[in-house]
Nanobody, 126 residues
Framework: QLVESGGGLVQSGGSLRLSCEAPGFALDMFAIGWFRQAPGKEREAVSCIYILDGTTYYADSVKGRFTISRDSSQNTVYLQMNNLNPEDSAVYYC?????????????????????WGKGTPVTVSS
C-alpha cells in the first residue's frame, strides 16, 4: 500500500531523493516515516513527518543532511538525502500510521505501524 522509489547507487558526498507514494489512500491524516535497515543491523528510524501540521523528527545521524517533506497534491512524501556517506547504505522503507505524531512515529516504531512499503535500496560507495 506504500510504494518507495528513488534509491540507487551514489558516490560518497552525493545526493538522492526518495519518494513514498500511497496509491490506495490519502496521506493527509497520517504520520509518515522513513526507516532504514542495513545488512546485519536492526531497522532504525531516519525521519518522520506529521502530514497535517508538517512537524518533523530527524535521527541525530542525519540532521543537517536529510530533509523530509510532503506534497499533498501528489499524495507523496519525499526524503532528500544530501552529503551521503557509506554508513547511509541500507534498504530504506517508508511507513504510515494514523495515530502517531512525528516524534512517536520515529521513536516508538517497534511497537508496530499500520502500513509499510517494500523498500528501496541505497548504496553509497566510498
Amino acid at each position: 500500500q506504500l510504494v518507495e522509489s528513488g534509491g540507487g547507487l551514489v558516490q560518497s558526498g552525493g545526493s538522492l531523493r526518495l519518494s513514498c507514494e500511497a496509491p490506495g489512500f490519502a496521506l493527509d491524516m497520517f504520520a509518515i516515516g522513513w526507516f532504514r535497515q542495513a545488512p546485519g543491523k536492526e531497522r532504525e528510524a531516519v525521519s518522520c513527518i506529521y502530514i497535517l501540521d508538517g512537524t518533523t523528527y530527524y535521527a541525530d545521524s542525519v540532521k543537517g543532511r536529510f530533509t523530509i517533506s510532503r506534497d499533498s497534491s501528489q499524495n507523496t512524501v519525499y526524503l532528500q538525502m544530501n552529503n551521503l556517506n557509506p554508513e547511509d547504505s541500507a534498504v530504506y522503507y517508508c511507513a504510515a500510521d494514523g495515530v502517531r505524531t512525528a516524534h512517536t512515529m520515529c521513536t516508538m516504531f517497534n511497537a508496530g505501524l499500520e502500513f509499510w512499503g517494500k523498500g528501496t535500496p541505497v548504496t553509497v560507495s566510498s
